[in-house]
């Protein structure tokens, strides 16, 4: 049988450990071509690079894995692969493993989620995998069997076009992971708080800080999953509508 | 009767004709507080900068009417425009007039819309505007009594908690203008193509372009809204959940 094509990508840049990990976790499966940031792209949310050009720099080919850098964002890498790396949608895309959390609302601001939700509309599947701890020495081999089994599972039974993966893991020991539960986004949204500070020449400026907050305390949520241990895993679409809303919004009556 | 507080913000920057009409539009109805990019932050998605210090400037202040630009994203904007200009939350969030179309699939690559939704996460009641017109020159005042009316039933009516609304504008005539149609975001993707340049010490560089590729033609979505040279809006929602898939995934039975 044919070895599938694994795409792998990130936005903590090609060195982070935790894409390192991914990559030598997916070398037991397929064959791993990665196309990744250059520099770090936490944050990046869903951006694209438009005013500037993008660079793509060959760094390893050796048969079964391939690895290029890209100068754009995680979803520049995305759309860079599949039309000038690969010329062909790879059969899986794996995003992470990102150092820090994506659960819950994070996966809005997440670079390493748009990246797989950037995999899901262009009909690849694609999974996103967090580790809840955003050191650079973090362990990532407690999550190998659960990372490959999720790869392996998707490969097997696909995942609907629109569709596609966020799974977040906790920073614990191998046998302390309860296993995997398929859950939903917990409610949430973070609290600002901005450090206030004066530069050398006494201008202002500030740094972007918060506390996260969580809305509710359920057991169907991915917050509540990772609280318990539990390897969160929560599918993803990109339909921002208010279905709910449109009837509502119907009887203000704008055309009256 | 207070006048409303109207928080305008953009991802063209503070100085795009969009936002400069958007202003003028909203000082009709109320107390206008801007804060928005000092330059063009188009295609930043839901970025947040935290690698840098964010940069405020007090540009303008005017009674009813002040004015600051800000260093980072659309979303950086808002936050520190609730935190360390306003001290409270405003009344409405009003983004863009954006230059071109957040219709469809749009919505997540768009700054505009990541400032509205990131205004309804903190409870703002918030809208998009955007116009179908990428030029500089654009001719905004067609939608001005159709912007002010969506302003004006917003402020009165308020809109559920977790919900903002995306609006997009024809660029067409004003007795062109059909009315204002409540619909859903549109199925379609982008078909990425790359222009495939060298410079001039011969290493290759890449262009994202594009083709919008359309999947439906239903007369409840924005696209067919748009086409048929209505005002197209969209209730939007951030919770990315599939939850529809999540019973399935539970039958592939991962702890089994």
Redesign the interface.
Known sequence: MQKPVILVTNDDGIMAPGIRNLISFMLEIGEVVVVAPDK?Q??????????E????EKIAVNGDHQEFSCSGTP??CV??A???VLHRKPDILVSGINHGSNAS?N???SGTM?AA?EGA??GIPSVGFSLLDYRLNADFLPARKYIQ??VR?VLK?GL?K??C??VNIPAVQEHEIK??R????A?A??V???D??KDPRG??????TGKFQLHEDMDETDEWALANQYIS???????????K??SQ??D?N??A
């Open positions: 770090g936490s944050g990046m949310g869903h951006a694209v690079t438009i005013t050009p993008l660079r793509l979803v520049d759309k860079l599949v039309n000038k609302i996966v809005i601001y748009s939700i509309m262009e089994q999720i599972s039974h609907p629109g569709n993966l966020n296993g995997i398929v859950c939903r986004q409610n949204n973070w600002e708080e901005f206030h500070r201008k202002d400026y500030y740094w972007l895993l929560v599918p993803i679409q990109y339909d921002f509508t208010a279905h809303l449109i919004l119907k203000w704008f055309n």
